[in-house]
């Protein structure tokens, strides 16, 4: 059977996806696969006698962000993103505190959040200039489709995953269908 030449394929081959669904599409599951981490955090550190919030503050490495921060960060760029591609502002999130209730809020605010948003807006920013500002003020400059694939995208799932590693680490027991979900 003869093979296709490359520009035969290139049709088949071409796969889509809307940025609608490459943002929020992504990052609402995800955001209550982590909120049922916690859950599990939190089931574990009642079973053997101590305090969940013991657990926020474990870090894989001296400079990296504790367990708390992970989650904040995942919120924020699940956040960020989306409102930047359809020019709005983010959520207004609280102050990070390191308690599992208000981690638990701050998912659910986020997931509401970026859930509120049009999707015909998100769909139609995949060229629109925008610019993701970073902690010390510096704004990096992307296109809508970039930001996501390149730069918000990667960052919420480092800081899921990490999350995720925290709690195994600290000896949760958890499974990659925990990280993954149910479905």
Do not use: W
């Not at 916690?38 to 657990?55: C, I, Q, S, W």
């Not at 509120?116 to 610019?131: G, K, M, Q, W, Y």
Request: aromatic share 8%; net charge negative; with cysteine.
């Amino acid at each position: 059977m003869p093979v296709a030449g490359e520009a035969e394929l290139k049709g088949i081959l071409e796969v889509t996806i809307s940025m609608y669904e490459a943002s929020v599409g992504l990052f609402v599951p995800y955001l209550g696969n982590l909120s049922a981490l916690l859950d599990k955090g939190v089931a574990y550190a009642e079973a053997r006698k101590f305090n969940p919030t013991v657990l926020l503050g474990m870090r894989l490495a001296p400079n990296m962000y504790d367990l708390a921060q992970q989650v904040g960060e995942a919120c924020r760029h699940a956040t960020v993103a989306p409102a930047l591609l359809v020019e709005r502002d983010p959520v207004a999130l609280p102050a990070l505190e390191h308690d599992m209730a208000g981690l638990q809020a701050r998912i659910a605010t986020s997931i509401e959040f970026i859930e509120s948003l049009p999707r015909t807006e998100i769909d139609a920013a995949a060229d629109r200039n925008v610019f993701f500002r970073l902690k010390n003020g510096t704004e990096l400059p992307f296109t809508g489709r970039t930001l996501l694939l390149t730069f918000s995208v990667p960052q919420f799932f480092f800081h899921v995953t990490t999350a995720y590693d925290l709690l195994r680490h600290a000896g949760v027991e958890l499974v990659k269908k925990d990280y993954l979900g149910r479905k």
